[in-house]
């Protein structure tokens, strides 16, 4: 299976907005409801951020959301921060029952 | 609050055998509503998904590392564990335990509890 597709990188200024990709095909993120996304410091875990394309687990921020059109998820975050300088992760379901996770975006709070 | 958290060598010679338990506190392995789930990631590189093990014995791995690869449960210790065989220098990687829920069962979602991670290195 292949890793779904995100940018490398993307940046922006505290206070601004920015969206990251996911793209795959209609095997998985086209296929089903089941994207997440994860955001992760330098050696630290995962952090579950979205589930379900644009459910937010307890606790996290409204900031981040989360939407779908065709094979390709979105995640945005509002009100960028400081904090929000991280890598980032979208997963899939796939039509295998296999789970499959993007290429990974570094995040980068200019 | 549910937590995971991985053990084992953080060394292994290469053609040999990466063992690794992750131990469940505050929930059980034994609950129905739950896969558990194994994923690293290499030095610097994405995440990717091993496989994940339902409590009755039943799983799914990644295509990539299916022959080489086995989750189970141990329901005395309230944990499971992952076996890779045939290790090469490749499968150096920080290895992730993790819960695996949904809302869509059994389609599985999304993984919600991560243990800390443990770095495992192969070399002789």
């Known amino acids: 299976q292949s890793a779904l597709t995100q940018p490398a990188s993307v940046s922006g200024s505290p206070g601004q907005s920015i969206t990251i990709s996911c793209t795959g095909t209609s095997s998985d993120v086209g296929g089903y409801n089941c994207v997440s996304w994860y955001q992760q410091h330098p050696g630290k875990a995962p952090k579950l951020m979205i589930y379900d394309v644009n459910l937010w687990p307890s606790g996290v921020s409204n900031r981040f959301s989360g939407s779908k059109s065709g094979s390709t998820a979105s995640l945005t975050i509002s009100g960028l921060q400081a904090e929000d300088e991280a890598d980032y992760y979208c997963?899939?379901?796939?039509?295998?029952?296999?789970?499959?996770f993007g290429t990974g975006t570094k995040v980068t709070v200019l | 609050q549910v937590q995971l958290q991985e053990s084992g060598p953080g060394l292994v010679k290469p053609s040999e055998t990466l063992s690794l338990t992750c131990t469940v506190s505050?929930?059980?392995?034994?609950?129905?509503?739950?896969?558990w789930s194994w994923i690293r990631q290499s030095p610097g590189k994405a995440l990717e998904w091993i496989g994940y093990?339902?409590?009755?014995?039943?799983?799914n791995y990644n295509p990539s590392l299916k022959s080489r690869v086995t989750i189970s449960v141990d329901r005395s210790e309230n944990g499971f564990s992952l076996k890779l065989t045939s290790v090469t220098t490749a499968d150096t990687a920080v290895y992730y335990c993790?819960?695996?829920?949904?809302?869509?069962?059994?389609?599985?979602?999304?993984?919600?509890?991560w243990g800390q991670g443990t770095l495992v290195t192969v070399s002789s």
């Open positions: 505050g929930g059980s392995v034994s609950s129905g509503s739950y896969y």
């Open positions: 997963s899939s379901y796939t039509s295998s029952g296999t789970q499959v």
């Open positions: 093990m339902y409590y009755t014995g039943s799983s």
């Open positions: 993790a819960r695996a829920d949904s809302s869509s069962w059994p389609l599985v979602g999304y993984f919600d509890y």
